[in-house]
Nanobody, 111 residues
Framework: QVQLVESGGGLVHPGGSLRLSCAASGIMFNAFVMGWYRQAPGKQRELVATISSGGSTNYADSVKGRFTISRDNAKNTVYLQMNGLKVEDTAVYYC?????WGQGTQVTVSS
């Protein structure tokens, strides 16, 4: 059974930084594309970033240059480093692999 556990969310001022982590279990982690998604109140869930098993990355236009996705295959963990946070980045952030979702972690950007 695949399990994903996110952590690292919180409240931050505009321009601040956070690093999200997602620990995976029950899966051959290094064989899968990992993704971060987010869902703001009243909006659909949207892709933030993905990283392939080989380390190739893909980002939503809205976060390019500010967010960095990375993975540590030895720790079965994927990260999302978020810099230059904006109010519009406020959302619940979810980790995804092989059609499995984590429980989400709240990120709130507010002055």
């Amino acid at each position: 059974q695949v399990q994903l556990v996110e952590s690292g969310g919180g409240l931050v001022h505009p321009g601040g930084s956070l690093r999200l982590s997602c620990a995976a279990s029950g899966i051959m982690f290094n064989a899968f594309v990992m993704g971060w998604y987010r869902q703001a109140p009243g909006k659909q869930r949207e892709l933030v970033a993905t990283i392939s098993s080989g380390g190739s990355t893909n980002y939503a236009d809205s976060v390019k240059g500010r967010f960095t996705i990375s993975r540590d295959n030895a720790k079965n963990t994927v990260y999302l480093q978020m810099n230059g946070l904006k109010v519009e980045d406020t959302a619940v952030y979810y980790c995804n692999v092989a059609q499995t979702w984590g429980q989400g972690t709240q990120v709130t950007v507010s002055s």
